[in-house]
């Protein structure tokens, strides 16, 4: 039955999902029962039925390979969701476990001779052996997840490329096996279940290296990487029809790339209208499933329907407290969907949730916490019983290392923090709306002209200010060109081109005066190839964007950043292409 085209009535589709959940524990386990198995875990999950997931999956985890791959990936999931070191550890080692268990059904000669080479000596490659290659490259593949959102430092990419080019490898083969129609019946359920595996490794694998910038990738292509965006895409988009195990983690990657991914990561082009598709049909099948309800909201918010998203969010909120995790993702959406419309007690409220619950990153939370309680009226701001000097003087010490390296944005805000260290403090000039623009919040909160029109009379209110101090500090200039790019980012938004221009341009003429925000020039630099390119002049685009890439080093966010180039240059040679 594909789930894309399914017209069953919902009390049907439910009534079909609890008896589906409920399949007694088999005594023993063939291929076709594991796979049924850990499809019913997923469909538990999708319930909101955690526990019930790994306990069905449990008993069978070591033994069976799709039980390990369910169990790893269940886990996985979570950590990648709450983004918390706990969590990735755990993930981590059971990632590692299910590898040992998926290496008991594999071809023992596979390691060291490729499944294509297999098969042109006409080896006889069983069913179950190839499924455990197709296993075995997914839970590598967790590995390259759980790196991603460990750390988006470079040298992270470069050795977790290197570590699972073992996976990327098995499911070229795969594919092969696929193409050369060798192997399991094309007409039986365990041959479609494989077909969707590849699917959803072939589409994750491309889509996950067509991001990397190009210094990168030309490391990774030496050892045999390369990705293709486009490919990705469809090997994705076909993954999520029928109803095979990887329908749902299809549909779940791309959900997260259209919603996420290319809005952080890459150049503000969110595929809302093709998240809106995927989910549809999930949404029907779990209407009270939180990890549905949640992206439910988060394509709202992109959509600019702010007040519906802070209820979808309360509601994911609601309908579970076994995950409290997933209320912790909840609280930081709905802290940043209440600052698009600077709502600064509420956003207060859920930056202080995330402070008292969620153990994530302290530094960035309790440094949110106080750039939203520095934006606060005064009156408001006594409400809280916080004093915002005292909640920057913590961000420091509660900055956290792993593998021996910071996390990028905790440096970020232990730098800015420093100005609060001395005996006099320097005050920041709008830090919530500097961190809305580090995680793409101006593109956001620009689907709402009023919004952006507020934005623009607060971030004129700072300049006023600016402009009146009489005894102007050591960081006047970087406070002044910070003010300039906020502006130039609202009236570009607001479609008044000419005078975002000469707030950028503002930044740049004052290069070599700023003294510590390093980062606003080659940032700057990309926002007025945005400008340039949203006015057609893609030559002079590219130019600025190389320029940002090529000649500025070592400043706060620079993989972001590069990761955003990227990801524009590469639009504006489709354009150019698409034009041709």
């Not at 969707?196 to 996950?208: A, C």
């Not at 994911?316 to 930081?332: A, D, R």
């Not at 000097?389 to 905790?410: H, T, W």
């Amino acid at each position: 039955m594909d789930v894309m085209e399914d017209t069953v009535p919902v009390e049907e589709e439910e009534q079909f999902e609890d008896a589906y959940e409920h399949i007694p524990t088999a005594c023993h386990m063939d291929l076709q029962s594991a796979i049924q198995e850990t499809q019913c875990a997923l469909n538990l999950v999708l319930n909101n039925k955690f526990s019930q997931a790994l306990d069905l999956l449990k008993p069978w985890w070591r033994d069976s390979m799709y039980h390990a791959l369910g169990y790893s990936s269940i886990l996985v999931m979570q950590a990648a969701m709450t983004f918390e070191q706990g969590d990735i550890q755990v993930a981590m080692a059971t990632v590692k476990e299910a590898l040992n268990t998926c290496q008991r059904f594999r071809k023992k000669n596979s390691v060291v001779r490729s499944l294509s080479s297999l098969l042109s000596r006409q080896s006889n490659l069983q069913e179950e052996e190839l499924h455990a290659e197709l296993c075995y490259a997914e839970c590598l593949l967790q590995k390259a997840t759980l790196t991603f959102v460990q750390d988006e430092n470079m040298i992270s990419f470069i050795k977790g490329g290197i570590k699972i080019r073992n996976s990327y490898q098995i499911y070229k083969d795969c594919h092969n096996v696929l193409n050369v129609a060798v192997g399991p019946s094309g007409d039986s359920d365990c041959h479609r279940q494989f077909e969707g595996g590849v699917k959803l490794g072939m589409g994750s694998f491309n889509l996950m290296l067509s991001l990397l910038p190009q210094r990168i990738l030309r490391l990774l292509e030496f050892i045999g990487f390369s990705g293709n965006r486009e490919f990705g895409l469809s090997q994705l988009l076909e993954g999520t029809s029928g109803s095979t195990l990887r329908s749902i983690l299809c549909a779940l990657t791309l959900l997260f790339y259209h919603t996420y991914v290319s809005l952080v990561l890459g150049s503000g082009e969110g595929g809302v209208a093709e998240a809106e598709a995927l989910l549809e049909p999930y949404l029907r099948k779990y209407p009270k499933g939180a990890i549905v309800q949640f992206y439910s909201a988060r394509i709202a918010a992109l959509r600019g329907h702010f007040e519906k998203a802070c209820s979808g969010y309360q509601e994911c909120v609601s309908s579970q407290m076994e995950w409290k995790q997933i209320h912790h993702l909840c609280y930081w959406e709905l802290m940043w969907t209440h600052t698009y419309r600077q709502d600064w007690p509420q956003a207060y409220r859920y930056a202080d949730l995330l402070c008292r619950e969620s153990r994530w990153s302290k530094a960035i939370y309790v440094y949110q916490k106080a750039a939203i309680l520095a934006m606060m009226s005064p009156e408001d701001a006594r409400q809280t019983g916080d004093d915002v000097v005292e909640l920057f003087r913590q961000v420091e010490g509660l900055k956290q290392r792993l593998a021996g390296k910071s996390i990028p944005l905790e440096k970020f805000a232990v730098r800015k923090a420093r100005r609060y260290k001395a005996g006099r403090p320097v005050p920041l000039v709008l830090p919530a709306l500097e961190m809305m623009y580090i995680w793409s919040g101006f593109t956001i909160a620009a689907k709402r002209a009023d919004c952006t029109e507020a934005l623009l009379v607060t971030v004129e209110a700072a300049e006023g200010r600016l402009a009146a101090e009489t005894e102007p500090s050591e960081f006047h200039v970087d406070d002044c060109c910070l003010a300039q790019m906020l502006k130039g980012l609202c009236l570009k938004h607001a479609g008044r081109l000419i005078q975002a221009e000469l707030c950028f341009t503002y930044v740049l003429s004052n290069e070599n005066a700023i003294r510590y925000d390093h980062y606003l020039v080659p940032f700057t630099l990309y926002e007025l190839a945005l400008l340039y390119r949203q006015q057609g002049d893609h030559v002079k685009a590219a130019a600025f964007m190389e320029n940002a890439k090529s000649n500025y080093r070592d400043y706060s966010m620079e993989s972001r950043l590069h990761f955003r180039i990227h990801s524009a240059l590469n639009h504006l040679k489709s354009s150019a292409a698409a034009t041709a």
